[in-house]
């Protein structure tokens, strides 16, 4: 079975500041994607950045990356030079290609609050 | 382009009654799945359906019913609602069921159930 795990409930972080938010992964599936998602209080996932498995650099998107490490089997999300707009739940998840799994499997979230 | 929609965001029903949620996937896209969110069990996937046939279904009871469209767009149903299906359901959409495939939610459907 997939699981995500995020062990930071919450975090917070000075304006201006980079931040890394944790996640790790357990799979027996060779083949898998990894996904960030924000959440605001408004409720809707906003989609930040995607890593493949058998992808060989880090993802980025502007001011995200993803720190990759599949020996470790972790996928942090940065957050270089946070802005108060990004204070909201943070979600890891994944997808493997494999029947039932094939959806995502969400991590718990991390509630990041930017402090001024 | 127009992102995912879901209708009505916000409702309020009582136990035993029945419910209805629409979901508008963005235009192009096939692919629609559903989640639930409740504080106490997060994101749980509920179904997946892509091209009119279900894909994919999650660990929920029969009382979750879902379909999709000849236009992608969807509808879940939930009967004799309980307490304990107050949440958020989210829709997403993406443009098929590949590994790679983002899915890009909707704002959600706050269910409340007294």
């Known amino acids: 079975a997939q699981k995500i795990t995020q062990t930071q409930p919450g975090m917070f972080v000075q304006e201006k500041e980079a931040v890394t938010l944790d996640c790790t992964y357990d799979t027996s599936d060779p083949s898998y994607g990894l996904f960030w998602y924000k959440q605001p209080s408004s409720g809707e996932m906003i989609f930040l950045i995607y890593?493949?498995?058998?992808?060989?650099q880090n993802a980025t998107e502007g001011r995200y990356s993803l720190n990759f490490q599949k020996a470790r089997k972790s996928a942090n999300l940065v957050i270089s030079a946070s802005q108060l707009g990004d204070s909201a739940m943070y979600f890891c998840?994944?997808?493997?290609?494999?029947?039932?799994?094939?959806?995502?499997?969400f991590g718990s979230g991390t509630q990041l609050t930017v402090l001024p | 382009k127009a992102g995912v929609t879901q209708t009505p965001r916000y409702l309020i029903k009582t136990r035993g009654q029945q419910v209805t949620l629409s979901c508008s996937p963005i235009?192009?896209?096939?692919?629609v799945s559903w989640y639930q969110q409740t504080p106490g069990q997060g994101l749980q996937f509920l179904f997946e359906y892509f091209s009119e046939t279900q894909r994919n279904k999650g660990n929920f009871p029969g009382r979750f019913s879902g379909r999709q469209f000849s236009n992608s767009r969807s509808e879940m149903n939930v009967s004799t609602l309980e307490l304990g299906d107050s949440a958020l359901y989210l829709c997403?959409?993406?443009?098929?069921?590949?590994?790679?495939?983002?899915?890009?939610f909707g704002p959600g459907t706050r269910l409340l159930v007294l």
């Open positions: 997403a959409s993406s443009l098929g069921t590949g590994l790679s495939e983002t899915q890009y």
């Open positions: 890593q493949g498995s058998y992808d060989q």
């Open positions: 235009s192009g896209h096939r692919s």
């Open positions: 998840a994944m997808r493997v290609p494999t029947g039932s799994a094939r959806q995502l499997t």
